[in-house]
């Protein structure tokens, strides 16, 4: 933290949810879930981010030493990920129309809409 600039980029803030901690002997391992807000970007708006993250402890001597520290995005931008790796592989997913679509639309004349998954 020293060495960070004045206003340079920084979190903020972060609250914690769905936290876990396991300890084992000479190891403890903790995972957790933060919404962050930056901060030192306010003219731009500071960003939100939400992500898990894990932290794995060992013992070295009479200290705890971090050997491994994760974060992963969580919520809705990892689920948008997802999806959107899925459909640049090509991958998961039929390519050709729905047959009960086509099926329903087959004697609509164009333009005429379609509510989908309306109830």
Do not use: C
């Not at 002997?25 to 970007?41: K, P, Q, V």
């Not at 333009?111 to 109830?119: E, I, N, P, T």
């Amino acid at each position: 933290m020293a060495k960070r600039k004045p206003g340079a980029p920084h979190i903020a803030s972060r609250g914690w949810s769905n936290e876990h901690v396991f300890v084992h002997g000479d190891r403890a391992l903790f995972i957790g879930e933060a919404a962050e807000h930056m901060g030192g970007n306010d003219s731009h708006g500071g960003q939100e981010f939400h992500g898990w993250y894990t932290l794995d402890w060992h013992r070295e001597g009479d200290r705890w030493k971090l050997a491994l520290w994760t974060w992963q995005r969580a919520g809705v931008a990892a689920a948008r990920d997802m999806w959107n790796d899925m459909y640049r592989a090509s991958t998961g997913f039929e390519k050709t129309p729905n047959k009960l679509l086509v099926e329903t639309v087959r004697d609509l004349k164009p333009g005429a809409a379609l509510d989908v998954a309306m109830g």
